[in-house]
């Protein structure tokens, strides 16, 4: 995949884009102006498709793909016809992957897309929203009927530049929502909640505008938790006075869920889902059974089981909050505990060395390896990741390697596991490239990880 006229076009762009990018001062700024255009001249060519259903925007720095495939199944589950768009895939009852290397598409193919979502007869669009296209106005046009935030964290600061740009830029997102589903254990939470207040002429109950949800906090909360390695266990709070989207007020019974994706941000990512639900007048029977019935995520804790005798993991991780809660989810597993993971390039570097140091900190092994380079030297991008790792007490060549290769790296952890130990392949996920300076080359985590395992 590294040939061919459709590739070499795109790493083109990449290369013009960066080269602008290094040498003009405010050059994303600058741009705004042309965004604005584009997106004015999308909707407009399109029919402002997204007129013409139910938009759940969801947004937060991780477990944004999780949490609208929770809700695009909950709704489907439902009885609701349910079009999704997320990082890893768009459609209505098939799934189409998707190929690009961005979460919320370019404004042209995103009307695109809607379009043939709406011409499937989908009442309800689930619509991941990210900081980029909230920023460049690629979400304009778009009735947004409900809002999710499910945290913010560090990430993107190579295009926002500073934490509380990008917080703002996910803010617009509620600025927009006729209501707003809002982590209260989220330490911007107070930010996304005060943008639902804004105009009212008085401070409204919370369920009018808005509703937080939580383990710590949050009206809609979790309690009575059993975290298992197949899937989570807990009980969220009965009793909530709601208004539905027509205005309808009824009160929700107690919510018993049973999942079947493991991992303490499960049970964060379905409590957002659950909100959406009860905003949209779903029982609590409908929201149970639908989160229960989704089995997996592409790329989000997929299990390969090709009959090794120990555990593998391929997860999206790509930032220190999401890789913290992967290792946090494994938490008390027995066996030696290896992990691969690198950086992109073009992306956010202050984050490097400390993702190092979570790496060192929750595994025995770890081995450093590449991701998107782009037209970065991942050997340097690998020497960031060291940095964190050495800080942590890790020693090259005995508990931390690097191998810039993805797949001998992959291959490496995977000759190193024995019985009942647990390899973890983090920061690509679902990705079908991956993309160096000579641009973009077929890679699956899931696909090589099963190739290697059957070939072992």
């Known amino acids: 995949m590294g040939s061919g006229p459709l590739f070499h076009g795109i790493i083109r762009q990449m290369s013009v884009k960066n080269f602008l990018t290094d040498h003009i001062p405010g050059y994303n700024k600058l741009v705004l102006p042309w965004h604005f255009a584009q997106a004015v001249f999308a909707s407009t060519r ?63 193919t995103l009307n695109k897309r ?26 304009l046009g778009v009735p947004f009927e409900v809002a999710v935030i499910t945290n913010v964290t560090h990430e993107h600061l190579d295009y926002h530049g500073t934490f509380e740009k990008y917080r703002d830029a996910k803010r617009k997102l509620f600025k927009k929502a006729k209501y707003g589903v809002i982590n209260a254990d989220d330490a911007s939470a107070v930010w ?31 309690a009575d938790i059993e975290l298992g390695t197949n899937g989570v266990k807990y009980e969220a709070a009965g009793g909530l006075k709601m208004r539905d989207a027509e205005g309808k007020v009824f009160e929700t019974k107690d919510l018993r869920i049973k999942t079947q994706i ?62 913290q809660k992967v290792f946090d989810s494994v938490k008390g597993h027995d066996g030696t505990v290896i992990s691969v993971h690198g950086g992109a390039g073009r992306r956010d570097e202050t984050t490097r060395s400390e993702r190092g140091e ?30 964190g790792c050495r ?33 973890l392949i ?11 300076a000579d641009g973009p080359h077929e890679f699956e985590d899931i696909k090589v990880t099963e190739k290697l395992l059957k070939k072992k």
Not at 296 to 322: K, L, W
Not at 368 to 384: L, V
Not at 396 to 423: P, Q, S, T, W, Y
Request: with cysteine.
């Open 114 to 139: 809607m379009r043939a979502i709406k011409k499937q007869g989908a009442e309800y669009l689930v619509l991941e929203t990210t900081s980029h296209a909230l920023a460049q106005f690629r979400t």
């Open 262 to 323: 493991p991992g303490t941000f499960t049970v964060y990512n379905t409590l957002a889902a659950a909100g959406v639900g009860f905003r949209l007048g779903l029982t609590a029977k409908q929201i149970a059974d639908g989160l229960g019935a989704l089995e997996s995520v592409e790329g989000r804790m997929n299990r390969i089981d090709c009959g090794q005798n120990f555990d593998v993991i391929v997860d999206y991780a790509h930032t220190p909050d999401a890789l």
């Open 358 to 387: 979570i790496l060192a900190r929750g595994s025995d092994i770890v081995i450093i390896t590449e991701d998107d380079s782009r037209d970065e030297d991942p050997a340097k991008i690998a020497e960031m990741f060291v940095e």
């Open 426 to 436: 983090l920061g690509k996920g679902h990705e079908k490239t991956i993309l160096r």
């Open 46 to 108: 399109y029919g402002f498709p997204a007129r013409k259903m139910k938009v759940i925007g969801v947004t937060g720095t991780n477990g944004k793909t999780s949490t609208s495939f929770m809700v695009w199944k909950m709704l489907n589950e439902a009885g609701y016809k349910t079009g999704i768009m997320t990082t890893v895939g768009w459609g209505v009852d098939k799934i189409t992957p998707q190929v690009e290397h961005m979460t919320t598409e370019k404004v042209g």
């Open 391 to 423: 800080k942590a007490g890790k020693v090259l060549e005995k508990n931390l390697f690097v191998e810039i290769d993805r797949k001998k790296a992959i291959e490496k952890a995977l000759k190193m596991a024995k019985k009942g130990d647990l390899v």
């Open 192 to 222: 996304f909640i005060n943008d639902m207040k804004k105009g009212l002429k008085r401070v409204p109950i919370e369920d009018e505008r808005y509703l937080t949800y939580g383990i710590k906090g949050g009206r809609l909360h979790a």
